[in-house]
């Protein structure tokens, strides 16, 4: 059973940081691609950044880039998601994915995490 | 970036067929996936690689890509089957992904 649990809601204030952790099964950590897609509330999906399985190198969406922090913990089969300079348009729910080769699209997917930016 | 179109909406009557278009500059070049979102849920990925479809995604569910359109075709459309679908395709000159902003199939 594959199983992708994201952490729980977050409430931030605009200019401060989020960390949004994924929790994948073994054979999905080892060896997927791991991915973050958000959507704002009433809005589409937006992807923003793959983390590769060897080496942890990671590509970032060109809105994102200075922003944007993707990690993985191999001890805890762990991704994070770090997004720094939070404005008011960053409320959304955040999704991690995962795709078993880099191309192949978003064949597993986290329950989602809502992150709220308000003053 | 990569642009892509899809109609806002479809509407569709029971046991008809559902088309729904995804539009962009040479598309057939690249690698296009579907995917089909209920509301309150996660998505779930229902075409990948243009036409192959993931193990339980029903036949009903096809796909395919020439020219500047991607196409997503429900047949024999179910109730169960009114969600958002977005059709997603990957650069592999940039190696990111892009979505597009998606349509709200109806069933009547």
């Known amino acids: 059973q594959v199983q992708m649990v994201q952490s729980g809601a977050e409430v931030k204030k605009p200019g401060a940081s989020v960390k949004v952790s994924c929790k994948a099964s073994?054979?999905?950590?080892?060896?997927?691609?791991m991915h973050w897609v958000r959507q704002a509330p009433g809005q589409g999906l937006e992807w923003m950044g793959s983390?590769?399985?060897?080496?942890?190198?990671?590509v970032y969406g060109q809105k994102f880039r200075g922003r944007l922090t993707m990690t993985r913990d191999t001890s805890t089969s762990t991704v994070y998601m770090d997004l720094s300079s939070l404005k008011s348009e960053d409320t959304a729910v955040y999704y991690c994915?995962?795709?078993?080769?880099?191309?192949?699209?978003?064949?597993?997917w986290g329950q989602g995490t809502l992150v709220t930016v308000s003053s | 970036s990569y642009a892509l179109t899809q109609p806002p909406s479809v509407s569709v009557a029971p046991g008809k067929t559902a088309t729904i278009t995804c539009v962009g500059n040479n598309i057939e070049s690249k690698t296009v996936h579907w995917y089909q979102q209920k509301p309150g849920q996660a998505p779930v990925l229902v075409v990948f690689y243009d036409s192959d479809r993931p193990s339980g995604i029903p036949e009903r569910f096809s796909g395919s890509n020439s020219g500047n359109t991607a196409t997503l075709t429900i047949s024999r459309v179910e109730a169960g089957d009114e969600a958002d679908y977005y059709c997603q395709v990957w650069d592999s000159t940039t190696y990111h992904y892009v979505f597009a902003a998606g349509t709200k199939v109806t069933v009547l």
């Open positions: 983390i590769y399985p060897s080496g942890g190198s990671a």
């Open positions: 073994g054979s999905i950590f080892t060896n997927y691609f």
């Open positions: 994915a995962s795709s078993h080769t880099v191309s192949s699209g978003h064949d597993y």
